[in-house]
């Protein structure tokens, strides 16, 4: 029997106002990813993997997804945060710049979970994501970005970011499909 490298699944900055320049646009392709994430979420909880999500702060600076929640909820986003939000169960971290790792404790938290790969969904996947997939390889985790669980403002951005990802961070971003 082969040892599966113990994973852990990011969701970056789904809990989001999205009312900042191109933000609609980014809205508009968000909605397309919720179904996948979900799914790829499902599978981390029926395999018993950790589920981490990782978001903007929104000056609040407490790690209290209820009240990021409650700042972000607006009449565009609302079915999006209703769908997406973190379960009792999961971790939730916030981030004071683009990289989930950047001035957070997600890599000690990797670390006593013995995570070894990371599964990186969310927003946005020319910045946010892309940075933060760059810092989990610097940092020698394995790396899988399912190309149908990451939106960016533009589908050429997010083309390129998903190519970066494959090519320099030997990152798999085959679609997330349900077994």
Not at 60 to 89: G, H, M, V
Not at 149 to 156: F, K
Request: glycine share 2%; hydrophobic share 40%; with cysteine.
């Amino acid at each position: 029997m082969t040892n599966q490298p113990k994973r852990a699944l990011l969701i970056v900055d789904m809990i989001n106002d999205f009312a900042f320049p191109h933000g609609s646009l980014l809205l508009q392709h968000t909605t397309s990813i919720i179904k996948p994430i979900l799914q790829i979420k499902q599978q981390f909880k029926t395999d018993n993997n950790p589920i981490i999500y990782v978001n903007d702060h929104y000056n609040l600076w407490q790690a209290d997804f209820q009240k990021i929640i409650k700042t972000c909820r607006n009449e565009k986003n609302t079915d999006i945060i209703d769908k997406i939000s973190p379960d009792k169960d999961d971790f939730f971290l916030i981030k004071p710049k683009y990289s989930a790792f950047y001035g957070t404790a997600l890599n000690t938290l990797l670390h006593h979970l013995n995570v070894t790969h990371l599964t990186i969904t969310g927003i946005a996947g020319n910045i946010c994501v892309l940075f933060t997939a760059n810092d989990a390889y610097m940092r020698e985790y394995t790396l899988s970005v399912p190309q149908n669980g990451l939106a960016s403002a533009s589908p050429q951005d997010n083309e390129y970011a998903l190519l970066m990802m494959k090519h320099v961070l030997k990152a798999d971003i085959s679609p997330y499909h349900p077994n």
